[in-house]
């Protein structure tokens, strides 16, 4: 794979833009050149069409799709919901050919062609299937050895299995994540709320408190069973969670900790090199530290 | 004053279940209701009333009225964890969407889901916020290449929407 | 199974295996392999020094993978016959020496330097240096009729990805009976695999791959009331370790066993209705059960040290083989189908085959004896009267209009037709005993030759004619 669309999605680009930076910046530098997909909407999000018309979530994703497939290339994705309700769409389109003709139809209308040939990828994915871990290990200008990593893969990214082009091997206990972070130099140990849903997405914005709960959860398994010095996820929700549900649980002294969190293209970013005011300088829980002692002169290779 | 007992026979099972057909929630007939979608969902482990399981029991034995302003449904983040381990093929999570589409359309609707899908029409975007000065803050164009940058494009999107049964709704 | 080995009218042969089954009730030739021990049975005393003194490591069959055995081993200590047995795919070949070749002799002491299971054979049985035959020894024997009693196998834990198929910690049902037999890896004692300590507290889980579309969509019968037997025993042996049985329903049809199942809690055993749907692992090879309580209306978790699988029962793959050797087929469920569910239970639909026990579905040890007695005395039948009954309504081939072409051939769903030598050319011939007179070869035969006694061409234009004037 030389090419392939980022579909960014809501979050990325309007909460957490330095995510986006550190996608621009890792992909070409590890020989994937990122496709804009111009006039790209929500996927939609799964408190929007999916929860009213299920054609009209269809044809929607169907869109996105299409714009994907009429530029040539595959589409990757950075956010979990995003990823989730992408491929739902497309496993039900291509499954049901009365679901696949209706969209094309309705596609038709403003001038879009959808054929199916666009196959929708996790960043996570083409990170570890199409790039590999032993390109990312040549890449890097900073090596994380001595760092423990708390993962959290998130939830869309793992089920279910039969909608998706790639899967974990066992999707309730992901390695994917862990041997990116590995790829690094990093420890990344398992911990027993790992699969754990961490409470974002509707849940969140429908009972803030009831959310906090699962929050809470993760965040003291992560505490008690490994201490990491940080946590990475590969999902922009539970991204926006961990750090600012965090922040807040710690304000009311429900924890009494704080464990700054990174994407994991931030990490990589700045593993290799890239500048932490542009790939990673928009967070809840203070990352300067953690930033600091990743690009020190020691660990230089 | 009244008896709680819930009088099976009163209840339309059939008409409840045309309608979760309807809304693509047909599997709904398939659940034994064993438990174990309920034993690793969110909204059931967070105490929320109608999670998966006893949604499916309300609405196999007939109930619906009584349910359907419950937010529950609403809150069922579709980790789809369920559907990875229902041991009779019922997919939960198309189930609970299925409920959730019937409550949309009598507008048993919460106030954050009319917001997000206000935003989607009118932007493109159901998370949406000016990012315009963070944007250029990390070295980006202030306006990212979606349906916020290309007005055509965002007018495509609503000629889907316009044309969708979404709009009879009235919420954009 | 000792009374077996030592009845004079049966003759028994383990470690063999059918490869080939020809001819009808009455005249059954069976090709067997016995497979090849390395051994010399006649002089083995069953001894086991042999397998005390192989120094190879291999996943002990019999303890499900608990505990390793020699290359050269006894399957069990209660093994009939009991004999030892060189697996010789595993085989160290100590010293490098082959089987089947003679001994290096020893530059110091002049003797032949003998591999450590020679060394410890008392009795001479165990001889290296013989060429055995890999093949063994093909044997043939004429029969009149055949029983069907392979058995079952348990799908294994890996299969269930949602249960810490890779912890220690998680067992099969079948594991846990090893680890609590006396005869077992630890001796009878109930320990955790993966420290050797007591575990405090079990999680049973019921339904594991049996009323799942997933896996298999029937109930395995035999698990719940195992399973409590299981927890009894652990229960009645150590009173303060406590036990939570996840059930999706709880089924304990048949004599007492439902009082079986109400002592289990009258015990403080924990009856949780509801299926467990994830595991998480927990620091210390402990196990987090994320199940759900039925009538609690609530998820539970309980923290266990030990989780066990009552994992369903299903065919095993060379049974399966077997079928096809057999032309037996198979149900829905991937068992060997009966005759008739109700009225043929025992038989199949090739005449002088019947069957027994789990291969025919899963059922307990009750229903399995009483079945095996049906089977046995339904295959006795025959055999005393000396003669059967064959049906009227069956094809016969008219050998003067056969051309021999042989379409009808791969076409009986009962293996009844073969092609025969008849005057210049081979023709086909209609097995009687086999036929069942479904009518499918007269159908096919493209010159007539064959007709289905009672449904004659004329006879078939003479009902459609009547059919179509009454209408």
Redesign the interface.
């Known amino acids: 794979m030389e090419r392939c669309g980022l579909y960014l999605g809501c979050n990325i680009p309007l909460k957490a833009p330095d995510i986006e930076q550190s996608m621009r910046k890792v992909f070409p530098a590890l020989g994937i050149e990122i496709v804009d997909l111009d006039g790209f909407s929500c996927c939609p999000a799964w408190g929007t069409a999916p929860s009213f018309d299920i054609d009209t979530w269809l044809v929607v994703a169907g869109r996105n799709i299409a714009i994907a497939e009429m530029k040539g290339v595959d589409l990757m994705t950075g956010c979990n919901s995003c990823f989730g309700v992408l491929s739902e769409a497309k496993h039900m389109i291509e499954e049901h050919p009365e679901k696949k003709a209706m969209v094309q139809e309705k596609l038709a209308k403003i001038n879009k062609t959808y054929e199916g040939k666009t196959k929708v990828y996790h960043i996570a994915h083409i990170l570890y299937k199409e790039i590999g871990l032993e390109k990312i290990r040549k890449s890097m200008k900073y090596k994380l050895d001595g760092f423990k990593i708390a993962i959290q893969p998130g939830c869309h990214i793992l089920w279910p299995t039969k909608v998706m082009e790639v899967t974990e091997k066992n999707p309730f206990y992901p390695t994917m994540l862990k041997e990116l972070c590995e790829a690094l130099g990093a420890e990344a140990p398992y911990y027993s709320r790992l699969e754990y849903c961490c409470g974002m997405g509707a849940l969140r914005s429908t009972d803030q408190e009831k959310s906090f709960l699962l929050v809470k959860e993760k965040l003291l398994s992560m505490k008690e069973e490994i201490d990491p010095d940080m946590i990475v996820t590969t999902c922009s929700s539970c991204y926006l969670q961990l750090d600012g549900a965090q922040k807040i649980l710690k304000e009311r002294g429900e924890i009494d900790f704080t464990i700054p969190v990174l994407y994991y293209t931030q990490l990589l970013a700045l593993c290799m090199g890239f500048d932490a005011k542009e790939v990673a300088s928009i967070s809840e829980i203070p990352r300067e530290e953690i930033i600091e002692k990743i690009q020190s002169e020691e660990r230089a290779q | 004053m009244q008896v709680e007992t819930v009088n099976l026979t009163q209840k339309d099972r059939k008409a409840v279940l045309a309608q979760m057909i309807e809304?693509?929630g047909g599997n709904l007939t398939k659940c034994?209701?064993?438990?174990?979608?309920?034993?690793?969902?969110?909204?059931?482990?967070?105490?929320?009333p109608l999670y998966c399981?006893?949604l499916f029991r309300f609405l196999q034995t007939g109930h619906l009225e009584e349910i359907l302003d419950d937010?529950s449904s609403?809150?069922?983040?579709?980790?789809?964890?369920?559907?990875?381990?229902c041991?009779?093929?019922v997919?939960p999570?198309h189930v609970v969407?299925a409920f959730?589409?019937i409550q949309?359309q009598e507008l048993a609707i919460?106030a954050?889901?009319t917001t997000?899908?206000m935003n989607?029409y009118t932007t493109?975007?159901?998370?949406?916020?000016d990012?315009s000065e963070?944007?250029q803050?990390?070295?980006?164009d202030p306006v990212?290449?979606?349906?916020l940058?290309?007005p055509?494009?965002?007018k495509?999107?609503q000629?889907?929407?316009d044309?969708?049964?979404?709009a009879e709704?009235g919420l954009f | 199974m000792v009374q077996v080995g030592t009845n004079p009218n049966i003759e028994l042969l383990t470690y063999s295996e059918v490869e080939e089954v020809e001819g009808s009730i009455g005249n059954f030739k069976v090709k067997i392999r016995k497979k090849q021990t390395y051994i010399d049975w006649d002089k083995c005393t069953g001894c086991g020094a042999c397998a005390e003194a192989c120094p190879a490591k291999v996943p002990n069959e019999f303890n499900a993978g608990l505990d390793t055995r020699g290359a050269i081993y006894i399957q069990f200590p209660q093994a009939v016959p009991k004999k030892a047995v060189i697996d010789i795919e595993h085989c160290l070949n100590c010293a490098g020496r082959k089987i089947g070749t003679q001994p290096k002799i020893s530059k110091k002491t002049g003797k032949p330097i003998l591999a450590p299971c020679e060394k410890a054979c008392p009795a001479g049985a165990c001889d290296r240096s013989i060429a055995w035959d890999p093949e063994g020894e093909l044997i043939e024997v004429e029969v009149g009729t055949i029983v069907v009693a392979t058995g079952f196998k348990v799908m294994e834990k890996e299969r269930f990805k949602e249960y810490a198929p890779d912890s220690p910690n998680v067992l099969t049902a079948l594991q846990l009976e090893r680890l609590i037999s006396a005869t077992g890896p630890t001796g009878g004692k109930l320990l955790r695999p993966s420290d050797g300590q007591k575990p405090k507290v079990i999680s049973f889980i019921s339904c594991v791959g049996s009323r799942d579309q997933r896996y298999h969509t029937y109930c395995s019968r035999v698990c719940c009331m195992y399973m409590i037997k299981e927890a009894r025993l652990i229960k009645e042996k150590y009173p303060d370790i406590d036990i939570y049985m996840h059930f999706m329903d709880v089924r304990t049809p048949g004599k007492d066993f439902d009082e079986y199942y109400t002592y289990a809690r009258e015990l403080g055993i924990n009856i949780v209705r509801g299926k467990v749907g994830g595991i998480e692992k927990l620091p210390g090879d402990r196990l987090r059960v994320m199940g759900y309580d039925n009538d609690l209306g609530k998820p539970i978790e309980v923290k266990a040290d030990m989780v066990v699988l009552a994992t369903a029962i299903e065919l095993p793959e060379d049974a399966k083989q077997l079928a096809q050797k057999l032309s037996l087929p198979m149900d829905g469920s991937g068992f060997f189908k009966e005759l008739h569910p109700k009225l043929k239970p025992v038989e199949t639909p090739v005449e002088g085959i019947f069957l027994a026990g789990c291969c025919q579905g899963p059922k307990d040890i009750p229903d399995t004896v009483a079945q095996a007695k049906g089977a046995a005395a339904a295959a006795a039948v025959p055999l005393a009267q000396g003669k059967v009954v064959i049906e009227p309504t069956i094809s016969e081939v008219n050998p003067e209009k056969c051309s021999g072409c042989g379409v009808c051939v791969p076409l009986c769903p009962y293996n009844a037709i073969k092609l025969e030598q008849y005057g210049d050319r081979p023709r086909a011939q209609i097995d009687m005993t086999q036929c069942k007179g479904c009518g499918v070869c007269a159908a096919a035969c493209p010159s007539g030759a064959i007709t289905l006694h009672g449904f004659t061409d004329a006879q078939i234009f003479a009902q459609i004619e009547a059919l179509t004037k009454a209408a």
């Open positions: 809304k693509g034994i209701q064993c438990g174990a979608c309920a034993s690793v969902c969110p909204v059931a482990i967070t105490g929320l399981k006893r937010a609403w809150a069922c983040v579709a980790c789809n964890r369920c559907t990875e381990i041991p009779r093929g997919d999570f969407f959730r589409r949309a919460p954050s889901a997000s899908l989607f493109g975007h159901a998370v949406y916020g990012a963070l944007r803050k990390v070295g980006l990212p290449p979606s349906t940058k290309y055509e494009a965002l495509e999107l000629t889907l929407l044309e969708s049964p979404m709704l």
